[in-house]
């Protein structure tokens, strides 16, 4: 029987005596490597339950998970999931030199979540000192320690497939971080799609990640689904892949894997740093399913990446481009053909001028690759709309550009606490993606993101957000900042331009060093480029509000530091500011509840 909640596959799972079928967590050749079965974790998770449970935490409450360790994450997941808690992952800090934004974004997603208990390391927990002061409803921070010393019986409780299985907070922002509400029911539809459509999972295959579990496509994609499947996964810790990526091809030779994925930043590092003399006896004929997704797919890094590791047994069949969204739990489409990555290569100017994809040779010096991430998983519907047809009443045909939305049972219930963007969101019957794309044979193809959404090695980044920590630079003019992404060869470029009305060059020098630390510290960002101009230069709309999209391709076509200013800026915005504070100062005074006699 088809389990109806992830306890109910975690519980099924371990009634099944099937050795080696579990979670290994890699360890360097030579050493030993840790090993639980899927009653092993059954049984783990139980414990951890139960002192979740001793701890005061009770159904329905939201347990924030601040936890580096594939095994202590694993465990305290599956013991929330059984209690009926419903966990919060967050990513940990990964240095003190980003610490001061990584604490005020983990503040922000703790309260957004109201999560009543947050636990992490010792160390994590020493440094966490501020956050429960800043969240009113956060009752307990607990060490991972105490969770583990606790001998307690878990309690039994009812799961069902509408109870919410996990909050997973996708957008890093530190303005409005949105939490979407996944339930059983929806991770169970999403799984299903994952395993039979998207890898055709069969009973010799083995999973191999590095992929961080706290983001979707690691905990879903190599923790949940091949617990469905009673897949053997082997886990490797996401630091060790960064610093060493020969450590994930030599494991996937190791463990004889068959599937792994990766973002596009993945393939790209591995194909630039990974030596020939670090693969000796490395065998990765058996890899059959070489998933890409999370980001931007580059045609030339999925080139690069197969030539550069076919003589180690790497074939280019085994690419499956896909295309996915925390929102529908993970996946929406994947490439199911078997023949490898496929292309659309299409007229560039028709594509960004007229919003149509017209089908040229890639010979032709105007032509674009794009690459196809596949059909939408079955049960499920994609369409594409005019982004201002909000009521979603007239579908494009294909090749016609738009914003690609969806409808099916994996999407999500909506965002947490946030009745107003989730139905704008949803809008017409349909989850508005803010991706913009078209179909080409049923194919889904993104080709780029109406929401300006800046995606970083995996990491989501919001414009404002960069914005606003580059607007505490004192010589940054306020509100006239703006940053965007710009595509590489093979990975996505972040720029920032902001107007200052410091005259000298070594002024402006020290400001642009100023922006590209902040942004740094705040946000653990590294920006590529940092651009200041004269007062007025950078476009805006009529109404004053600024153009990212202009300024990105002023910026691309070279014309934007040599732009003439448009107006005196200064003497504008201190009227604007002082109207603006007027009228903020009259809403308050007459907004306000009379004080009784």
């Known amino acids: 029987?088809?389990?109806?909640?992830?306890?109910?596959?975690?519980?099924?799972?371990a009634g099944r005596a099937e050795a080696g079928r579990g979670y290994h967590f890699h360890q360097e050749e030579g050493k030993a490597e840790p090993f639980f079965s899927y009653a092993g974790v059954e049984r783990a998770s139980a414990r951890h339950g139960g002192a979740l449970q001793a701890l005061g935490l009770r159904k329905g409450d939201r347990l924030a998970i601040i936890l580096p360790d594939n095994d202590d994450f694993l465990f305290t997941f599956f013991g929330a999931l059984r209690a009926g808690i419903i966990p919060v992952p967050i990513y940990p800090p990964t240095g003190l030199g980003q610490f001061r934004g990584?604490?005020?974004?983990?503040?922000?997603?703790?309260?957004?979540?109201?999560?009543?208990?947050?636990?992490?390391?010792?160390?994590?927990?020493?440094?966490?000192?501020?956050?429960e002061a800043s969240c009113p409803s956060l009752r307990k921070m607990l060490s991972i320690q105490d969770v583990q010393a606790a001998r307690e019986e878990l309690y039994p409780v009812r799961v069902a497939p509408d109870d919410v299985a996990l909050l997973q907070f996708t957008s890093g922002s530190v303005a409005r971080p949105k939490g979407v509400v996944v339930t059983h029911a929806s991770l169970m539809a999403n799984v299903e799609a994952i395993n039979r459509q998207g890898l055709r999972v069969g009973p010799d295959d083995v999973a191999v990640s590095w992929l961080p579990l706290y983001h979707d496509m690691g905990l879903i994609g190599f923790v949940v689904a091949?617990?469905?499947?009673?897949?053997?996964?082997?886990?490797?810790?996401?630091?060790?892949?960064?610093?060493?990526?020969?450590?994930?091809?030599?494991?996937?030779?190791?463990?004889?894997?068959?599937?792994?994925?990766g973002p596009n930043f993945a393939y790209a590092l591995a194909a630039k740093r990974v030596r020939p003399e670090e693969l000796d006896g490395v065998d990765l004929s058996s890899w059959r399913v070489a998933g890409c997704g999370a980001e931007p797919i580059r045609a030339d890094t999925i080139e690069t990446f197969a030539r550069t590791f076919a003589p180690w047994g790497f074939a280019r069949r085994a690419f499956v481009p896909s295309y996915g969204m925390a929102e529908s739990t993970l996946a929406v489409s994947f490439e199911t053909r078997q023949e490898g990555a496929r292309f659309d290569d299409v007229h560039g100017p028709s594509l960004y001028e007229e919003g149509v994809a017209k089908p040229i040779s890639f010979d032709h010096p105007q032509a674009v690759r794009l690459v196809r991430c596949g059909q939408v998983i079955d049960g499920h519907q994609i369409a594409v709309f005019a982004p201002d047809d909000l009521l979603s009443e007239h579908p494009l045909p294909e090749r016609s550009i738009g914003e690609l939305r969806l409808r099916g049972p994996s999407l999500m219930q909506g965002y947490f606490d946030d009745p107003t963007l989730t139905a704008e969101v949803m809008a017409g019957g349909w989850f508005h993606t803010g991706d913009l794309g078209y179909l080409a044979d049923s194919d889904v193809i993104v080709c780029g993101r109406s929401k300006e959404l800046i995606i970083v090695n995996g990491r989501n980044f919001y414009p404002h957000d960069i914005e606003w920590a580059a607007g505490r630079v004192a010589a940054v003019r306020k509100g006239n900042i703006v940053a965007f992404s710009t595509p590489e060869r093979d990975r996505e470029r972040v720029v920032v331009v902001f107007e200052t009305n410091l005259l000298s060059a070594e002024e402006q020098q020290q400001a642009r060093v100023q922006v590209r630390q902040l942004i740094q510290e705040t946000l653990g960002l590294t920006v590529d480029e940092v651009l200041s101009l004269k007062p007025g230069v950078l476009p805006k709309t009529s109404s004053g509000k600024l153009q990212r999209l202009l300024t990105r391709r002023l910026y691309e076509g070279g014309s934007l530091l040599t732009r003439v200013p448009t107006r005196n800026p200064d003497r504008l915005d201190l009227a604007r500011e002082l109207l603006r504070s007027?009228?903020?100062f009259l809403v308050s005074r007459f907004s306000r509840p009379s004080e009784p006699a």
Do not use: C, K, N
Request: no cysteine.
């Open 1 to 13: 029987m088809s389990p109806r909640t992830l306890v109910d596959a975690l519980e099924q799972a």
């Open 582 to 584: 007027q009228l903020a």
């Open 226 to 261: 091949p617990l469905v499947q009673r897949v053997p996964v082997i886990l490797l810790p996401p630091l060790t892949f960064l610093r060493r990526p020969a450590v994930w091809l030599r494991a996937l030779s190791r463990h004889r894997g068959t599937i792994s994925y």
């Open 102 to 131: 990584y604490l005020e974004s983990t503040r922000h997603i703790v309260a957004r979540a109201g999560a009543r208990a947050l636990v992490t390391t010792p160390t994590i927990l020493r440094l966490l000192g501020g956050v």
